[in-house]
């Protein structure tokens, strides 16, 4: 992959993290306003993010096909960095009493690279974004 390549790549996965986010953080920030407390609110929030994280993914950042096998890994890192998101929520607004409007954009935040790295690995099954080329093929 070319550098030009990845940075659009970047690009692309910067612009549907940020629409995952952003509807993440409005799901809980908006069941804090409405009272509901922050765990229920998480729940809410990681049921309508990954199914929209994957397909955007899939369609806009690694222009990949939906495959059953692929939502089931990228699912399964959302439920894999879900306690340490909780932990880090509960530490924020019940340990250091941070409101979640604070709190669940600075939890974001601090996932986002695992996100990546996991998103990657999950729908285009390895970490390189090109074929490995042997050492006798020409350009």
Not at 12 to 24: F, H, N, S
Not at 58 to 78: E, N
Request: hydrophobic share 50%; proline share 6%; charged share 10%.
């Amino acid at each position: 992959m070319t550098g030009e390549t990845l940075f659009r790549r970047v690009q692309r996965y910067i612009t549907v993290g940020v629409i995952c986010a952003v509807t993440q953080n409005l799901i809980v920030i908006g069941g804090g306003f409405v009272g509901l407390y922050y765990f229920p609110a998480t729940l809410v929030s990681v049921a309508v993010v990954i199914p929209l994280g994957y397909f955007l993914h899939c369609r806009y950042t690694f222009d990949q096909p939906r495959k059953l096998d692929s939502f089931v890994r990228f699912a399964s890192g959302f439920v894999l960095a879900y306690p340490f998101y909780l932990a880090l929520i509960a530490m924020f607004c019940t340990g250091l009493r941070w409101p979640v409007a604070i709190a669940a954009p600075v939890t974001t935040a601090i996932l986002f690279l695992f996100n990546y790295v996991w998103a990657h690995w999950a729908i285009v099954q390895r970490f390189r974004s090109y074929p490995k080329r042997s050492p006798l093929q020409l350009h």
